[in-house]
């Protein structure tokens, strides 16, 4: 592992000449986060805060019968105990059981009753006095499992959904959804070659390093105030309406910085017990998981079970594409299999394809979103079989792909037609990359993979208001997890020529900006920066004509570029935006503007990675040697946040498919629920990660953005499982795919 | 009812004295007692390394320490990094290489960080990635963090 | 966690009275990296009520060395020091094999043998080396100090013939003669901050190109960190040759009775004992011919 000699970043540059758009400015909120005085959630304080703990389930399936609250509510500091009663009747039972679980418990961890009292060691002696009684069930782990006609059943309420039709069949299975698109019996008659595998993956964790965390207020006032880690402070506001029946404006939500999410903090967990515990006593209430909490009682990505099915001719044409997917939901309905369905076999244009998915219930948390939640399970599957089809084909996997790859026109399997996409660019950037042309090393061998994912758009909402120093403050309500403050300033910079400097972002509560979307989906550049641009440009537009009132001439003659405000018929008359800052009061006021869009141009992204690995032959240890990872941005804003992004998605992809995994025992615990056992990759398993950004430009974007948080994270598992299969001859079909797996393993 | 023990100490170059029970440890007293939040908690068992801070010239997890023991210590924790308000040239290093993303390991890196570079100036990349194994990040994939460590160690040379 | 009683002698004498007037309720703390997090779980087993932190006793401190008397290892000495020493870098560089995988540099900081040993954990990453170094742990309680062979500390999982009003003192690694190389290896699935699928310390004694002492010792393969005698019996006596490690290898995996858990399979951890066998004595066969 050395830093590569080679030249790292190749950005394939639209030819657009910006100003700021595309330079490397250091983050508004850098000083703080390098100085630790940033306020992360645990660091949020209130005068008499109380501090919650929560007892959770030691049973991965059983009745509750009874909790006895009565020692607890004695010991001296304990100040507030709730449990699920103390939820208003109304509200989806489902969500509020994941909260409190009422009559069942469903997996090991889950909450079952809240604890307030005046120091945290109090309240976690508090929950030892309390009793439980279970009626233990017999737990159900894997989506086989789940589906056996014996299966032991989650819910009695819940029937399966079979292509939109509730069947009224009481079952593990919560829908069937399927995608056709021509004739695969036609297809697969028409293939000279076929492959066809069946892949499984386990349980993974978003793996944030910040535990979750919440502080609840119930003002006197009736007025609920929370502060939290959260990726989305309008969801967490809507999500504690709902279950505490109250209107959205009775509750206020402060998102604090935030210690990662990945997906992982966009449900709620700890901040209606907050509240509850808020309610009863009067007093603030922060409760923080601790790392055990983390893994066993918030939302990870699904365990999954895929069959692919891929046939081609002998010159590559890929004539049909089948998948059966089925991924476990956790205790509740809900797995990204709907998503894993829209992009399992969305690169290639493929004329006659089936995919089946099927969400799952299991005795396991709740799975939430995941980076490109579905994706890389979904990949890991097809992404091999396609290696393998090039490989009886006697095909190069880059050149089997570029053949069949997905351009601007071709529909989907699961129905919607590309736009303008940079797939084919993201192939011929591997290609052609140094990485991809030079030799492997001796006794190493090498994978590649592309993977998809189709990004989000949704409500975004900005203000910009002008200070007389020629500055401007910016408020918007996306969660910044990796710098977004400053990508979003960007675009305002850009719009009114000013250094992005002057622009001062924060990220606000949910009082104090119009609704925003979560944090999530690649959206945050793409929707919040398109709001900022939509404010900028209100603000602009007042400029000129403030100008016009100063000079006493028609608005329509003005022009802003630059930062300077000129006319085009009277080459005299220029002005600085900040000159029109000074005189803003003598001309009828302060200038603000604001925009809020819900924008429709999404532009999915692409990215595809380049791996070389070594496996020790007596022990199955993958060194990953060299890593390169190719992505379609769109348009880098900040190209070096957008190499993180590219970066951190890769290595989540290189754990997951090397070592992470939840190790669950027959009855339903995680025996390695800790950092030391969960093994994400330390600085020490990795190589340097080089990255290629890719710029085709998304037409539905201003400025060209794409999103780039998640494709990244899609490609890594196949990658490597390819490489390993060149390294060793063994098809690993199974993630982990640890050391003691690939030992065991035998070779084609 | 049992008391509290009275700690005196050195914090960031101040005499810094403070109340605590014997079970708390030195990570809870640094945030809860003395206010001092930017050590940060990831796991409470010594497998993440966000909160490290250093005694006595060696860098340990906070978490692992009980806060009754750091009677006489000299610590220093990422609120004295920095020299009044100039940055030091790591913490200039990470933010110039975007070697962070959410920040919540950062304060703990910083801090592993500048006591390899005290004791081994030019550190290789590996030697990096060796020292800093206990650090756990989850947004960076440590690529930038190498870099920035190691363009830290230039700007130090050349001070 | 529950409340806790800290107290922290400066005598040896101080700290013996302590653990014996608690009533097997106290426990001696040197670095705490194990202890304060069995106590922040409440541990089934190791749930104090009194902690008797003992770094500031001198003897526990103590990392000398004298050609006869050998290497003294203080119980309370951290991790960073016996990797720093220049005693330990000349005579005993093998030790450094566990000095500087346990943990990262932060655990380093804080952690040592003595608690390594006291901990008694299955993996414990110092204590097969000490085995294959034929080390000797020197405790004293009320009745006085006995001095015990480390193959004899360890009795279960967490478990130690130390008696709870007894505390370690230190360990003594006797000297070794020319011709002698010794190594600690464990296979993990990261390349830092992880436990050991399975681990081997060996030793060996070499002259005249033919074994005259060898002793190998496993790692998480059984309820206690393992003395394999007869992996070290069959080399004695033999000239040096991959065959004869490899007959140590054999009778290492045999020896072995692992488990299968999150950490590994058994039947990948007795295969594990045979590759790191192998490896573990090839680098002590290294070592004891480049030294002089």
Known sequence: MTTADYERNMVLATDTDYKVIGTRPVRHDGADKVTGRAIYGADFDAAGLLHGKILRSPHAHAKIVSIDTSKAEKLD?????????????????WLKDNILASDKALYVGQAIVGVAASNPHVAESALGLIDVEYEVLTPVLTTQEAMATNASILHDSLTTEELGKDTGVVSNVASHTQHVKGDISKGFAEADVVVEREYNTKTVHQGYIEPHNATALWSPDGRLHVWCSTQGSFVVRDSLAELLDMPVSMVRVTPTEIGGGFGGKIPIYLEPVAALLSRKTGAPVKIVMSRKETFEASGPTPGSQIKIKIGAKHDGTITAAYAWMAMEAGAYPGSPVGAAVQCVFSTYDVENSTIDGFDVVVNKPKTAAYRAPGAPNAAFGAEQAINELAEKLGMDPIELRLKNVATEGTRRPDGPVFGRIGAKEVLEAMRDHPHYQSAKAEGTGRGISIGFWFNIGFDSACNIAVNKDGSVNLTEGSTDIGGSRTSIAMHAAEVLGIPVEDVRPSVV??????????????????????????AAQDVKKQCIDRAAIIWDVDANNLQMEDGVISSQSDSELKMTFKELAEQLSDTGGGISGSASVNPSGVGGSFAGNIADVSVDPDTGKTTV????????????????????????GSVQGIGWALNEEYFMNDEGTMTNSSLLDYRMPTSLDLPMIDTVIVEVANPGHPFGVRGVGEANIVPPTPALANAIYDATGKRMTSLPMSPGAIQSADAE | MPGKTYVQTTINGEHVDFLCEPRQSLLECLRDEIGLTGTKEGCNDGNCGACTVNIDGRIVTSCLVLG??????NIETIEGVADGSNLHPLQLAFLENAALQCGICTPGFIISSKALLEQNPNPTEHEIRFWLANNLCRCTGYDKIVRAVQDAAKRLQEA | MKWIDFEKPNTVEDAVKLLSDSGGNARAMAGGTDLIVMLRVGHPRVNPDVVVDIKSIPELNELSYDANKGLTVGAAVECYKIYGDDNVNSHFSALNDSATLIGGTQIQGRASFGGNLCNAAPSGDSIPNMIAHRAVATITGPSGTREVPVEDICTGPG???IESDELLISINFPSNGAGFGANYIRFIPRNEMDIAVAGVGASVTIEDGKFTSARVSLASVAPTPLLVEEAGEALVGQPVSEGAIQKAADLAKAAAKPISDMRGTADYRKHLCDVLTRRALTTAVERAQGAS
């Open chain 2, 68 to 73: 009754v023991e750091a009677e006489g210590a």
């Open chain 1, 77 to 93: 500091g304990v100040k507030a105990v709730v449990t699920s009663k103390d939820f208003p009747e109304v509200g989806n039972q």
């Open chain 3, 159 to 161: 478990q130690t013939s």
């Open chain 1, 509 to 534: 509560d949910t009082d104090t900006i119009g609704f925003t979307a979560v944090t999530g989906g690649s959206r945050t550049t793409f929707a919040t920066g398109w709001a900022a641009y939509e």
């Open chain 1, 625 to 648: 040697e060299r890593f390169t990872c190719v992505q379609d941005v769109g348009k880098a804003i900040h190209p070096s946040y957008v190499e993180g992004q590219m970066q951190g």
